[in-house]
């Protein structure tokens, strides 16, 4: 089939729906059966792609469809039940119908006044996020591209709050697990490295605030101005959840913008257990979050909570001669470009708004309680397991990181020997100056069976490591036997 128009007629619609909606059916009825890893990297293919430039004519849809296939069946499958690296996430079907349905329709959001009906849907949903997390109706969030992009927004607007015109001196304060990404977005904003304080922890996972208030007694007392503590709510390397109540109190006693990184974790507020290992989240002034993580929306969907709409204007609001002749007014329905870094945006809302309608809130709720439910299972499980030392104790949130006895290369090649398998991908971090395997428990694709697949290929390589342990060079650890 040849596209004969920009815009197809019926018959054609119809007929390239059907095409794409085979290929969707595919990936979807099954992503729980394929393994994670064991598909070829596609050197050659990437090669090929490089070179290859757009035809002057049309191409017919079926090669076409059938290079795309062609890259489906390479590389890391981030959406399989196995993907138990870095912070999983998953996809769902409902999210990318709202994607296809808002990308045809292709209404522009960031002004209320041309849509207001879907600047109001979206509005709906967010103002339900805020109200999650229990912050005042004058309250606001946003949706951006991802944690990142929300991490840098909130640091730009504590800049604008505290240290306006000033960010040469101004200093923000983080823990040694903090994401990259916010130090990064300290940077973007403007804010020198030197002042960009990595503070102690006090257990090895958890920011100090004690070292958060002696940095910024130092600082103050150097002429210099703290606009930001960050605290975590699920770090990256452990899951770990930062004392948010203790640095709630010391910013406000200090005077500056509370910040939780919950990119991770936050949306396991939605669940009993989450509420009571996030106390203290509902005091910040802004709250980043990943719809793509933890809701398992398609990549690409970010979140900002920020406990001031107000704040967000201050930072973000410009005026423009060819915007004269609409109304700005907040009050009614919010302007994104008045409140975040993008004057066009797509209808992102909708991929956020339809899988809550067409899934409910509950289900989102137990699939989140499963993952707390599982990564206990594997942190006993490992635990009791004499050839494997659980790092960190028990999990705050959904992930357990863990080391067999021996050097970091032990490490590497027990993740090598549970890699081979295919079906499930873990990772590596560094805790304590120490690798350290981890495995992360979030997509909802995940079940008891997946874990125990896990479970074995774990504990089976380790006893095969401790039992293979022979005298070897002074200052040399064994390696591992596969």
């Not at 300290?186 to 958890?206: E, F, K, L, N």
């Not at 669940?271 to 106390?279: E, H, Q, S, W, Y």
């Not at 705050?396 to 499930?424: E, K, N, Y």
């Amino acid at each position: 089939m040849y596209l004969e128009a920009f815009d197809p007629a019926p018959d054609q619609t119809d007929a390239l729906l059907r095409a794409v909606s085979d290929l969707v059916g595919e990936l979807v009825t099954t992503a729980g059966q394929r393994p994670v890893l064991g598909a070829p990297r596609g050197e050659e293919l990437v090669e090929g792609l490089l070179d290859t430039r757009p035809p002057l004519e049309p191409a017919a849809l079926e090669p076409v469809l059938a290079q795309v296939r062609a890259v489906l069946a390479t590389g890391v499958d981030n959406a399989a039940a196995g993907e138990l690296a870095y912070i999983p996430g998953s996809g769902l079907l409902s999210a990318a119908l709202g994607d296809l349905i808002a990308a045809v329709a292709n209404r522009y959001t960031g002004l209320h006044g041309f849509t207001p009906a879907a600047v109001a849907l979206e509005q709906g949903v967010l103002r339900w996020l805020a109200e999650l997390f229990e912050l005042p109706e004058r309250a606001q969030a946003v949706l951006l591209s991802g944690g990142s992009n929300a991490n840098m927004t909130a640091i730009i607007a504590a800049r604008e709050k505290h240290a306006d015109g000033r960010a040469d001196l101004a200093c923000v304060y983080v823990g040694e697990h903090a994401h990259a990404s916010v130090r990064k977005a300290a940077r973007i904003a403007g804010i020198p490295g030197a002042q960009i304080r990595v503070c102690d922890s006090s257990d090895g996972a958890r920011l100090d605030p004690e070292a958060v208030r002696i940095a910024v007694k130092q600082d103050l007392a150097d002429g210099l101005i703290p606009i930001a503590i960050v605290g975590a709510a699920g770090t990256t390397n452990a899951g770990a959840v930062d004392p948010l109540d203790a640095l709630a109190d010391l910013a406000a006693e200090l005077g500056v913008w509370f910040h939780v990184d919950a990119a991770y974790g936050g949306f396991f507020q939605l669940t009993a257990r989450g509420r009571d290992r996030l106390a203290g989240i509902e005091r910040a002034d802004s709250i980043t979050l990943d719809p793509h993580k933890s809701l398992f929306l398609p990549f690409g969907t970010g979140a900002l909570l920020v406990r001031e709409r107000d704040d967000l204007a201050a930072a973000f609001a410009e005026d423009a001669d060819y915007l004269r002749d609409h109304s700005d007014d907040l009050d009614a329905l919010p302007d994104f470009t008045a409140i975040t870094p993008e004057l066009t945006r797509e209808w992102r809302g909708l991929r956020l708004w339809l899988p809550l309608q067409l899934h409910g809130v509950a289900a989102f709720r137990d699939a989140l309680d499963r993952a707390l439910d599982l990564a206990m299972h594997v942190y006993d499980r490992l635990d009791a397991d004499a050839n494997l030392e659980v790092v960190g104790g028990c999990p705050d949130l959904s992930i357990v990181t863990f080391r067999v006895p021996g050097d970091d290369a032990a490490q590497d090649a027990l993740l090598r020997a549970v890699h081979a398998d295919g079906r499930v991908r873990l990772s590596t971090t560094v805790i304590d100056a120490r690798v350290a395997l981890r495995l992360a428990v979030l997509s909802h694709r995940t079940t008891a069976d997946t874990v125990e697949v896990a479970l074995d290929l774990i504990t089976r390589h380790a006893a095969a490591h401790v039992a293979g342990h022979r005298p070897g060079p002074v200052g040399r650890e064994p390696d591992l036997v596969p």
